[in-house]
């Protein structure tokens, strides 16, 4: 199986900051690379599949980009809703494998 | 509007089984895959089976392989999974997720969950 190892595990920012997630996967998985939000109590949220595709209704300062084996998700200009968790996933082979997780907290 | 409800979650014992359904609306079934993916209490999400949207083709990770089943009805929109031989580690919120093509991809639309907790 294909491994994710996110990092970091938990991120503390301020609204309007810059963050980046990052995503490394075990072994090449091509652009197969998705994005997902998870607010407490709810379902996951798609942002961004395919590396750097935004879902429809996704606001643009979310955005994903690779550098090999690495995957990144960026948002520019913090809100106060986008403190969540984020989680990373490969499309590439099944099982399709998800990240641990990285926790967005409000610093 | 996609709606994705599940059903079927509860207390099961160890050793002991459940069906699991979600029920689909709000776009054409058949030309989608489908996925069931878990997240155990405070934990990662676990993707755990996925099938074509035809039925033809089921996808399994090894933490189920064996014990779980899925399938789907593209007459009732309606995805399955049988579950036996529950262990106390598959205590989690099961969810329903709709895959954006008809094989395993990435998943656009999530359902709200059902529980499931395997405790004697």
């Known amino acids: 199986d294909i491994q994710m190892t996110q990092s970091p595990s938990s991120l503390s920012a301020s609204v309007g900051d810059r963050v980046t997630i990052t995503c490394r996967a075990s072994q090449s998985i091509s652009t197969f690379l998705n994005w997902y939000q998870q607010k407490p109590g709810k379902p996951p949220r798609l942002l961004i599949f395919d590396t750097s595709t935004l879902q429809a209704g996704v606001p643009s300062r979310f955005g994903g980009g690779t550098s090999g084996t690495d995957f990144s998700l960026t948002i520019i200009g913090l809100q106060p809703e986008d403190f969540a968790t984020y989680f990373c996933q490969q499309s590439f082979s099944t099982p399709y494998t998800f990240g641990q997780g990285t926790k967005l907290e409000i610093k | 509007e996609v709606q994705l409800l599940e059903s079927g979650g509860g207390l099961a014992q160890p050793g002991g089984s459940l069906r699991l359904s979600c029920a689909a609306s709000?776009?054409?079934?058949?030309?989608?895959?489908m996925t069931w993916v878990r997240q155990a209490p405070g934990k990662a999400l676990e993707w755990i089976s996925a099938?074509?949207?035809?039925?033809?083709?089921?996808y399994y990770a090894d933490s189920v392989k064996g014990r779980f089943t899925i399938s789907r009805d593209n007459s009732k929109n309606t995805l399955s999974l049988q579950m036996i031989a529950l262990r106390a580690d598959d205590t989690a919120i099961y969810y329903c997720?709709?895959?954006?093509?008809?094989?395993?991809?990435?998943?656009?639309?999530w359902g709200q969950g059902t529980l499931v907790t395997v405790s004697s």
């Open positions: 997720a709709k895959d954006s093509s008809l094989l395993p991809s990435s998943l656009d639309s």
């Open positions: 099938i074509s949207g035809s039925g033809n083709s089921p």
């Open positions: 709000g776009f054409t079934f058949s030309r989608f895959a």
